[in-house]
Nanobody, 118 residues
Framework: QVQLVESGGGLVQAGGSLRLSCAAS????????MAWYRQAPGNQRVLVAG???????NYGDSVKGRFTISRDNAKNTVYLQMNSLKPEDTAVYYC????????????WGQGTQVTVTS
C-alpha cells in the first residue's frame, strides 16, 4: 500500500502562483510514475502533469509552459509549481502514484482545492 498526502492548495488571484506537494509513504519501491490530476465540478478528472522515477515528464496541453512537476526521490515527494494561474485552473488537484506493474492499481491522494479568482 501507498499513502499520499497533498498540501499547498488555496485561494489565489489570476496571475499568481502556488506550489502543491505530495508526500508518499508505504511501499514506495513499487512506484514508478507520479502525477497530478485535476477535476473541476461537472468535469472528468484529467492529467495535469506526470513524472517518472527517472525524471521524464509530460504535461497536459492547457498547463504547458506554466506548470512544472518535479520530484525529490530522497523525500518521496512530488511537487507541482503552478505559475500564471488562470480562473480555469480552479479544481480539486489529486496526486497519483502509479506502480511499475501494469496490473496494479493507481493510488490516489485525498485532493486539495485550488481556487483562482479573476
Amino acid at each position: 500500500q501507498v499513502q499520499l498526502v497533498e498540501s499547498g492548495g488555496g485561494l489565489v488571484q489570476a496571475g499568481g502562483s502556488l506550489r502543491l506537494s505530495c508526500a508518499a509513504s508505504g511501499s514506495i519501491f513499487s512506484i514508478n510514475r507520479m502525477a497530478w490530476y485535476r477535476q473541476a465540478p461537472g468535469n472528468q478528472r484529467v492529467l495535469v502533469a506526470g513524472i517518472t522515477r527517472a525524471g521524464i515528464t509530460n504535461y497536459g496541453d492547457s498547463v504547458k509552459g506554466r506548470f512544472t512537476i518535479s520530484r525529490d526521490n530522497a523525500k518521496n515527494t512530488v511537487y507541482l509549481q503552478m505559475n500564471s494561474l488562470k480562473p480555469e485552473d480552479t479544481a480539486v488537484y489529486y496526486c497519483a502514484a502509479q506502480p511499475s506493474s501494469p496490473i496494479a492499481n493507481t493510488y490516489w491522494g485525498q485532493g486539495t482545492q485550488v481556487t483562482v479568482t479573476s
